[in-house]
């Protein structure tokens, strides 16, 4: 059941996360969500990736890697950035960190 359900959301895996789908909605010109309001958003969805991960088989945690690494590199890098706040910075390292560790990774590994 865990196999059909990874081949289901596997190709939809970034579209699961918040931020995601508002910053396709976002219409040019308007200003994207506040980073506080999206990254409390994504904090489910992030919990709910962990999990996946952690029953995941190596071939599937692969693919969970492969689809999430440039939703793991914006918010790496979005930690690392002076414009954001601390509580804002903290925040996305959190909610990548949960995925990253069920893998036994860590935000820190990632070079940018």
């Known amino acids: 059941m ?3 359900l990874f081949t289901l959301l596997s190709p939809h895996l970034i579209y699961l ?12 010109g308007l200003p994207p969500p506040p980073p506080a309001t999206t990254d ?8 709910f990736l962990a999990a996946l991960a952690l029953h995941a088989n190596n071939e599937q ?6 689809a999430l690494r440039e939703k793991v590199l914006e918010n790496v890098a979005g930690a690392n950035h002076p414009s954001y706040g601390a509580e804002e910075r903290a925040a996305k390292l959190a909610n990548v960190n949960l995925f ?3 893998l036994g990774l860590d935000s820190s590994q990632i070079n940018l």
């Open 2 to 4: 865990f196999d059909h």
């Open 61 to 66: 945690q692969q693919v969970l890697v492969t």
């Open 100 to 102: 990253l560790h069920a």
């Open 17 to 28: 996360f918040s931020s995601t789908r508002l910053a396709l909605n976002t219409a040019p």
């Open 40 to 47: 409390a958003l994504d904090h489910s969805v992030w919990q």
